[in-house]
């Protein structure tokens, strides 16, 4: 006879195995150390010895076979290392996603503001009366048949215009975004890492679009003395280096990017903690790390107004709290109409899926 079988309760494992738990650890350790499966482990050995994340029956070991065997990590014979394979790179995209876009919508953040409904391909909980121009496929017969129910009675079926309920619908706008992250030295000093949260950001964000809207395109640019595009699949192993930030190339090149898309709705959000402080004049870099200098910032404006003109807003995203680096920011978003956030690391994620989602809605007469 089979009976029960008990045993310790464990209340950090939520029901997960000890592979499972070991896991979301391990992917959350890989974007701090870029994709680095050796450092990222080597960590992982180190929390492991101080907090007892594994026992005699399952060690690191033990994971790391695991690992392989169901396709997260492969042997790189070449360069005699381990290397994370498409899967985990998804994995990644997908956590970053649950940990930012999960938590606002258990806490109402990020939801989609449409101050007007109209007809559009996404239906609406909520009902209203009938009225004159509403449309026959508008009308929601279950509740309309409901209401003629109850308001004439069973006996001799009658349904009047009092009764029809309308379900609204909205319209879910396609856009291309572009989106810039600033690399420059200045995202790891004064000993806090903003360069983390700011590809955890992209990395969500781009989870969101390939899933939720996939006739969306999105582009990621990086900028440090120059700007270039990264690919997706390579956020996670998104380092900062020893640059200034050149946010002219960035923006000509999110430009140059947007002029080629054919979505009618176009924009760029640009994550940044510093000033702009790098021009590239030919093959010389002009560099000014001294306060804000007025040969970068008059070209910053003028590509502002350039997008401006383009119908194309910026929203900057600032994580620093310097007054005047604040001015210029929103001096620079009144020359483009954009929008400007200044956030702390904990509310970026928040604030742009905010922003995005509320811009996937227009009203459609």
């Known amino acids: 006879m089979l009976g029960f079988q008990f045993s310790k309760f464990d209340p950090r494992a939520n029901g997960q195995s000890r592979f499972e738990q070991l896991l979301n650890l391990f992917m959350q350790l890989l974007t701090y150390t870029s994709g680095d499966v050796g450092e990222a482990l080597q960590w992982l050995n180190e929390l492991d010895r101080q907090y007892e994340l594994t026992n005699q029956e399952y060690g690191i070991g033990d994971f790391i076979d695991e690992l392989k065997d169901k396709g997260y990590i492969t042997d790189d014979n070449e360069r005699g290392e381990i290397k994370i394979t498409p899967k985990t790179e998804q994995g990644i995209r997908k956590r970053s996603l649950e940990e930012i876009f999960g938590k606002l919508k258990k806490t109402k953040q990020g939801d989609h503001d449409t101050k007007k409904p109209g007809l559009g391909d996404e239906v609406s909980p909520e009902t209203r009366p009938f009225q004159f121009g509403d449309m026959l496929e508008q009308i929601d017969f279950t509740e309309s048949i409901r209401n003629a129910q109850i308001n004439h009675g069973l006996d001799a079926f009658t349904m009047q215009e009092d009764d029809l309920q309308i379900r609204e619908t909205d319209f879910k706008s396609q856009t291309s975004t572009v989106l810039m992250i600033d690399i420059s030295h200045s995202m790891i000093l004064y000993g806090e890492d903003r360069i983390t949260p700011a590809k955890k950001v992209a990395m969500a964000l781009s989870e969101l679009i390939t899933t939720k809207y996939p ?124 929008k400007a956030f200044f956030a702390s690391l904990d509310r970026l994620g928040a604030f742009i899926f905010k922003d995005f989602e509320s811009g996937k809605r227009k009203t459609v007469y």
Request: charged share 25%; hydrophobic share 35%; with cysteine.
């Open 215 to 338: 006739k969306d395109t999105l582009d990621i640019v990086v900028f440090g003395n120059d700007a270039w595009p990264v690919e997706i699949k390579d956020l996670p192993y998104l380092q900062v280096g020893p640059y200034h930030t050149n946010t002219v190339a960035g923006l000509e090149l999110a430009l140059d990017i947007l002029r080629r898309r054919k979505n009618p709705n176009k924009q760029i959000f640009m994550i940044t903690d510093g000033k702009p402080t790098c021009l590239k004049i030919g093959k010389r870099y002009y560099k000014n790390s001294f306060g804000l200098d007025r040969k970068v910032t008059t070209r910053c404006m003028n590509l502002a107004a350039q997008c401006k003109k383009l119908k194309i807003p910026i929203t900057t995203f600032m994580i620093a709290s310097d007054p005047y680096l604040q001015r210029f920011v929103q001096e620079f978003t009144e020359t483009n109409n954009g």
